[in-house]
């Protein structure tokens, strides 16, 4: 399997576990690491809908909790398996961790973070 193959495999899989019941919008991640693991993540929302959880966000905590890293590879989906692409908060989470070269699947092919956050504020920002 190729690893966009493997990527929206795993996005599909994880989109399952997704904690919708407010907007019945189920939403998986998945990147690859550039030490080779898969992350994953699904949407949590709350009671309290402002305080809902993206998929991205479980994706980068498991990212950090299990080591750390640099992605090099992201997709995300619907609930119906469909590419979506990250809302605009979670791309700078993507960048983050990502930075401009990170690739993505969208549903117009694949775009580098670089394309889909043009312009971006990053850690270099801060950096002097
Ligand atoms: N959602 C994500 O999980 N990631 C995105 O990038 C877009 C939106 C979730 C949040 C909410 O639970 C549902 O989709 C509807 O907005």
Redesign the pocket.
């Known amino acids: 399997m190729g690893r966009w193959d493997e990527l929206q495999s795993a996005a599909r899989e994880i989109s399952g576990h997704?904690y919708?019941p407010?907007?019945d919008?189920r939403?998986g991640?998945a990147a690859l690491t550039a030490d080779g693991r898969i992350v994953v993540g699904?949407?949590v929302?709350n009671a309290s809908y402002g305080l809902?959880l993206?998929?991205?966000c479980g994706l980068i905590s498991q990212l950090i909790a299990g080591g750390g890293g640099r992605l090099t590879a992201f997709c995300?989906v619907d609930g119906s398996g469909r590419l979506?692409?990250?809302?605009g908060r979670?791309r700078q989470l993507l960048w983050e961790h990502g930075g401009a070269e990170l690739e993505l699947l969208t549903p117009l092919g694949i775009r580098t973070m670089a394309e889909i956050l043009p312009q971006a504020f990053g850690p270099h920002d801060l950096m002097g």
């Not at 979506?84 to 809302?87: L, N, Q």
Request: charged share 10%; hydrophobic share 35%; with cysteine.
């Open positions: 997704a919708a407010y907007s919008y939403v991640a699904c949407n929302e809902t993206c998929a991205e995300c979506i692409m990250p809302c979670c």
